[in-house]
């Protein structure tokens, strides 16, 4: 036997693709705005938000039968909240400079709606183990959105990826700034960002015409 | 003749084909084609098609584009040589070596804008299956007016594609887009590039060279191109050497055919005259800019704003020579009155323009970075016209009903009639 079920792999390609939690059901976007000038902040939003809602999702699943349904929300953002701070205090103990480049917006995962609807739509109604697989899918959906739109900002942005110099550099103009070209100031500010989500979302759908809405 | 018969050739040849949008695209790009509706048909064939439109603007543009070759060379060679002291027309502007730089570098700019947009427009209908659109013919022609003359030409391709597909095709083409396409590719270049696109080194040819020589330590005698915005910005009002015709009639630096107020003004009257631009905006958008202008100019005057400040410069600007300087006249005449995005009703009109012209001006006061606000002002109104629009169909429909409930409908007795003719006249 596999080492996963197909209908457990589908919990974890799913997201990737045509359920993909930015792309197609339109959640998370304020971060994904936000904080996707860098690379770097990029990846490490996307594996903050995977450990909270791999984390999140299995702790629910297993209160899921000893939560009342009138509070549910409330321990939903108990739950989420403690794990946030977790994050948050890890970040600012070994990675200083990037807590402070990521700034509010990790206490800001709590509000991810991403995470609330996975909760509720289902950790709620599923094992552990189906929720956790939910979770890290989800979150790699998030997160492969989030990697592309901080690769092409940065680059075009700062010329750099990771912060490493990959165009040369713009003050001594070597490389390719050598030639002319010049970092676009427009990748840095977050509407590029909207640009950028909203030309994703422009290829999937000419790729796979079944998903365009009907209105 | 013949050149169009071949085209027509081809263009059976090519039918069904997925090149045939291409080839069908120039076929109605040069010539009308020779099919029409049968003879018998019902519709009324008018002459005054979207292409007739455009290159009625066209036709208002090039006085324009013209001039701007003429001041691109005047431009260059008043910053080496100091302005002529006795300035005559014919002997210091309208000269084969002004004209010379204008070629070298004003028709580059209007040669990049139109390859890149046709062929971004080409591909576009090739995909869509469509005829080509014309509405990259207006846009092409705007979005080198409206840049400094020394922006490079990559920068240029970069941003009308952004425009061109950003601005217009993802909304679905011409006639279906929110902003307007050339001040989307202005907006796009001014928040990549702010370096290219502000300061006092980008407004003349050569200005940025100049300035790294004396930077080396060469010593060239040249003045820098700052535009009369520019020096109010910084409270050097003083230092200007420019009067007031110079600003009407455009012997100014600033981006390449927004300089001259007079030949905008021709270019405005004769799209009045022949109907194709509202004379509603362009009144409103006037009334507005010279309210603001009035509002600035009398703050000054209370003396709430002091000499000290760094607003001062331009807030104590004659509020009617903001028309002359900088892009507010091209922008007025040519931008705000894109059928497209503007409003459609004749009453929003009056408050799209308005808002226009007063926003403005405040964006040209307040803006810290950059003095000048025009484009800005437009995006933002190409965003609340459709809003504008809604309201004032409302009030109509309010309005009208409000007449009917106060009309007496005969037969008075019977309810159900006057009920029906409400259905009907509202």
């Given at each position: 036997?596999a080492l996963?079920?197909k209908?457990?792999?589908?919990?974890?390609?799913?997201?990737?693709?045509?359920?993909?939690p930015?792309?197609?059901?339109?959640l998370?976007?304020?971060?994904?705005l936000?904080?996707?000038a860098?690379?770097k902040?990029?990846?490490?939003?996307?594996?903050?938000?995977?450990?909270?809602?791999?984390?999140?999702?299995?702790?629910?699943?297993?209160?899921?039968?000893?939560?009342?349904?009138?509070?549910?929300i409330?321990?939903?953002?108990?739950?989420?909240?403690?794990?946030?701070?977790?994050?948050?205090?890890?970040?600012?103990?070994?990675?200083?400079?990037?807590?402070?480049?990521?700034?509010?917006?990790?206490?800001?995962?709590?509000?991810?709606?991403?995470?609330?609807?996975?909760?509720?739509?289902?950790?709620?109604a599923?094992?552990?183990?189906?929720?956790?697989?939910?979770?890290?899918?989800?979150?790699l959906?998030?997160?492969?959105?989030?990697?592309?739109?901080?690769?092409?900002?940065?680059?075009?942005?700062?010329?750099?990826?990771?912060?490493?110099?990959?165009?040369?550099?713009?003050?001594?103009?070597?490389?390719?700034?050598?030639?002319?070209?010049?970092?676009?100031?427009?990748?840095?500010i977050?509407?590029?960002?909207?640009?950028?989500?909203?030309?994703?979302?422009?290829?999937?759908?000419?790729?796979?015409?079944?998903?365009?809405?009907?209105? | 003749?013949?050149?169009?018969?071949?085209?027509?050739?081809?263009?059976?040849?090519?039918?069904?084909?997925?090149?045939?949008?291409a080839?069908?695209?120039?076929?109605?790009?040069?010539?009308?084609?020779?099919?029409?509706?049968?003879a018998?048909g019902?519709h009324?064939?008018?002459?005054?098609?979207?292409?007739?439109?455009?290159?009625?603007?066209?036709?208002?543009?090039?006085?324009?584009?013209i001039?701007?070759?003429?001041?691109?060379?005047?431009q260059?060679?008043?910053?080496?040589?100091?302005?002529?002291?006795?300035?005559?027309?014919?002997?210091?502007?309208?000269?084969?070596?002004?004209?010379?730089?204008?070629?070298?570098?004003?028709?580059?700019?209007?040669?990049?804008?139109?390859?890149?947009?046709?062929?971004?427009?080409?591909?576009?209908?090739?995909?869509?299956?469509?005829?080509?659109?014309?509405?990259?013919?207006?846009?092409?022609?705007?979005?080198?007016?409206?840049?400094?003359?020394?922006?490079p030409l990559?920068?240029?391709?970069?941003?009308?594609?952004?425009?061109?597909?950003?601005?217009?095709?993802?909304?679905?083409?011409?006639?279906m887009?929110?902003?307007?396409?050339?001040?989307?590719?202005?907006?796009?270049l001014?928040?990549?590039?702010?370096?290219?696109?502000?300061?006092?080194?980008?407004?003349?040819?050569?200005?940025?060279?100049?300035?790294?020589?004396?930077?080396?330590?060469?010593?060239?005698?040249?003045?820098?191109?700052e535009?009369?915005?520019?020096?109010?910005?910084?409270?050097?009002?003083?230092?200007?050497?420019?009067?007031?015709?110079?600003?009407?009639?455009?012997f100014?630096?600033?981006?390449?055919?927004?300089?001259?107020a007079?030949?905008?003004?021709?270019?405005g009257?004769?799209?009045?005259?022949?109907?194709?631009?509202?004379?509603?905006?362009?009144?409103?958008?006037?009334?507005g800019?010279?309210?603001?202008?009035?509002?600035f100019?009398?703050?000054?005057?209370?003396?709430?704003?002091?000499?000290?400040?760094k607003?001062?410069?331009?807030?104590?600007?004659?509020?009617?020579?903001?028309?002359?300087?900088g892009?507010?006249?091209f922008?007025?005449?040519?931008?705000a009155?894109?059928?497209?995005?503007?409003?459609?009703?004749?009453?929003?009109?009056?408050?799209?323009?308005?808002f226009?012209?007063?926003?403005?001006?405040?964006?040209?006061?307040?803006?810290?970075?950059?003095p000048?606000?025009?484009?800005?002002?437009?995006?933002?109104?190409?965003?609340?016209a459709?809003?504008?629009?809604?309201?004032?169909?409302?009030?109509?429909?309010?309005?009208?009903?409000?007449?009917?409930?106060?009309?007496?409908?005969?037969?008075?007795?019977?309810d159900?009639?006057?009920?029906?003719?409400?259905?009907?006249?509202?």
């Amino acid at each position: 036997m596999a080492l996963l079920s197909k209908k457990d792999t589908n919990l974890i390609t799913d997201p990737l693709a045509d359920n993909n939690p930015i792309t197609i059901q339109v959640l998370g976007i304020c971060s994904a705005l936000a904080i996707t000038a860098e690379l770097k902040a990029s990846l490490v939003m996307a594996i903050s938000v995977m450990f909270v809602l791999g984390a999140g999702n299995v702790v629910i699943s297993l209160m899921r039968n000893i939560i009342p349904s009138k509070i549910r929300i409330i321990v939903q953002l108990i739950v989420v909240a403690t794990l946030v701070i977790i994050v948050d205090q890890v970040l600012k103990a070994y990675a200083y400079e990037l807590s402070k480049t990521l700034a509010v917006f990790v206490g800001l995962i709590i509000t991810n709606c991403i995470i609330m609807g996975r909760f509720e739509a289902f950790a709620l109604a599923n094992g552990p183990w189906r929720s956790f697989l939910d979770g890290i899918g989800n979150s790699l959906g998030y997160g492969v959105i989030l990697v592309i739109v901080g690769f092409f900002r940065e680059l075009l942005g700062s010329g750099t990826l990771f912060g490493f110099p990959v165009l040369g550099d713009p003050i001594m103009k070597t490389g390719l700034y050598a030639t002319g070209y010049e970092n676009n100031g427009f990748m840095i500010i977050p509407p590029a960002a909207l640009i950028v989500v909203g030309i994703i979302i422009w290829v999937q759908r000419s790729r796979n015409p079944a998903l365009v809405e009907e209105n | 003749m013949s050149l169009k018969s071949k085209l027509h050739e081809l263009k059976l040849k090519y039918q069904g084909k997925k090149m045939a949008p291409a080839f069908n695209a120039f076929h109605t790009f040069l010539f009308s084609p020779d099919e029409t509706t049968h003879a018998g048909g019902t519709h009324v064939k008018s002459a005054d098609d979207l292409k007739r439109t455009m290159n009625t603007v066209i036709m208002a543009l090039i006085p324009v584009l013209i001039f701007s070759m003429f001041n691109a060379g005047y431009q260059h060679f008043s910053a080496i040589n100091g302005f002529p002291a006795d300035f005559s027309l014919m002997n210091d502007f309208l000269t084969w070596d002004n004209f010379w730089i204008g070629i070298i570098k004003v028709l580059p700019l209007v040669v990049v804008s139109y390859g890149v947009g046709l062929i971004v427009e080409f591909i576009f209908a090739v995909i869509k299956g469509h005829e080509v659109e014309e509405g990259y013919l207006v846009t092409g022609m705007l979005v080198p007016l409206i840049v400094p003359i020394d922006t490079p030409l990559w920068m240029l391709a970069v941003a009308v594609v952004f425009g061109v597909v950003i601005g217009k095709e993802v909304f679905g083409g011409t006639g279906m887009n929110i902003l307007n396409p050339a001040l989307t590719i202005r907006a796009f270049l001014f928040f990549a590039y702010p370096t290219w696109m502000s300061g006092d080194k980008v407004w003349v040819y050569g200005a940025r060279e100049r300035s790294e020589e004396i930077l080396a330590g060469a010593n060239v005698d040249a003045i820098s191109g700052e535009t009369i915005l520019g020096y109010l910005a910084q409270n050097k009002g003083a230092e200007m050497t420019y009067s007031v015709s110079d600003m009407f009639f455009g012997f100014i630096p600033g981006s390449v055919g927004e300089t001259s107020a007079f030949l905008i003004l021709l270019g405005g009257l004769f799209l009045i005259f022949t109907k194709i631009a509202s004379w509603r905006i362009m009144v409103s958008a006037v009334i507005g800019s010279l309210v603001m202008g009035l509002i600035f100019n009398q703050v000054v005057d209370f003396g709430w704003v002091g000499e000290s400040s760094k607003f001062y410069g331009l807030m104590s600007f004659d509020f009617w020579k903001h028309l002359i300087v900088g892009g507010l006249a091209f922008g007025i005449v040519y931008m705000a009155t894109d059928p497209v995005t503007g409003s459609q009703t004749n009453k929003g009109k009056w408050y799209y323009g308005f808002f226009i012209g007063f926003i403005s001006v405040m964006i040209r006061v307040f803006n810290p970075a950059y003095p000048e606000g025009v484009f800005l002002a437009i995006l933002l109104m190409n965003v609340f016209a459709p809003t504008i629009d809604h309201y004032v169909v409302r009030g109509n429909i309010k309005r009208r009903m409000n007449r009917l409930k106060n009309a007496t409908i005969y037969p008075k007795d019977s309810d159900g009639k006057a009920k029906e003719l409400k259905a009907e006249t509202v």
